[in-house]
């Protein structure tokens, strides 16, 4: 069972160009969540999805980022006109759909690295 | 923001056990404990969790004290691949999000 893919792991863009971010959830696992890491920072929750919804999107910035997990195919993270201090790690994490459970652990991916010139 | 707190860093002999500790005296009675760890740039990686019993997996032990109000990661037998930043997060289980309060963890090195 491949684990959270994610592409690319790196990417680079220069000033106002548009980030397109890629996460493949575990086989089976509906829920995606999306967290960034700054340099020498921990990470920081940006938004959750299940299959066509957004479930929770309180960490994401108001203006440019936005997320979507689709019916088919990866969950993707969109970041429009991209400044300098977009420059961080993005990672994905997903789990499976637990009905009633009291826990769920959140597998990661190995992230992204956008670099922005 | 983390309700947790955890030394910035901690350092161990191989083969000696690393006592990780984190203080969260705030935590709330749906509150479950977690540790994660990352590892040089990787995806954090899932370790362990608990509410208020003790718990033992094959990666680690997790004491929890009778009041909740800390708990401590024990790695038996640090090897080093241990070396890693180690993050301690409650999370009310009756949370809907799911989502994971990241702290600032400790950074473990795990000496020769």
């Known amino acids: 069972n491949a684990g959270v893919m994610q592409n690319p792991r790196h990417l680079v863009r220069r000033r106002g160009q548009e980030a397109r971010l890629r996460c493949s959830p575990m086989?089976?696992?509906?829920?995606v969540y999306w967290y960034r890491q700054l340099p020498e920072e921990g990470l920081k929750f940006m938004v959750y999805?299940?299959?066509?919804?957004?479930?929770?999107e309180s960490g994401m910035p108001k203006e440019r980022f936005s997320a979507e997990f689709p019916k088919e195919g990866p969950s993707i993270l969109r970041i429009q006109q991209v400044v300098r201090g977009d420059s961080a790690a993005y990672f994905c994490a997903s789990s499976p759909r637990v009905a009633g459970e009291s826990y769920n652990e959140q597998f990661f991916g190995p992230g992204t690295r956008l670099t922005v010139l | 923001d983390a309700k947790t707190t955890q030394p910035p860093s901690m350092d161990c002999a191989e083969g000696r056990a690393a006592n990780l500790p984190c203080n969260h005296s705030?935590?709330?009675?749906?509150?479950?404990v977690y540790w994660y760890r990352q590892i040089h740039s990787q995806g954090p990686q899932y370790i362990i969790h608990g509410l208020k019993n003790n718990e033992t997996n094959e990666m680690a032990s997790l004491i929890i004290t009778e009041d909740r109000k800390s708990s401590t990661l024990i790695l038996p037998h640090a090897t080093l691949r241990d070396t890693a930043v180690y993050y301690c997060?409650?999370?009310?289980?009756?949370?809907?999000?799911?989502?994971?309060?990241f702290g600032s963890g400790t950074r473990l090195l795990v000496r020769p």
């Open positions: 705030t935590i709330s009675g749906n509150e479950y």
């Open positions: 997060i409650v999370r009310d289980w009756m949370d809907s999000s799911y989502k994971l309060i």
């Open positions: 999805l299940q299959k066509e919804n957004i479930i929770d």
């Open positions: 086989k089976g696992h509906s829920h």
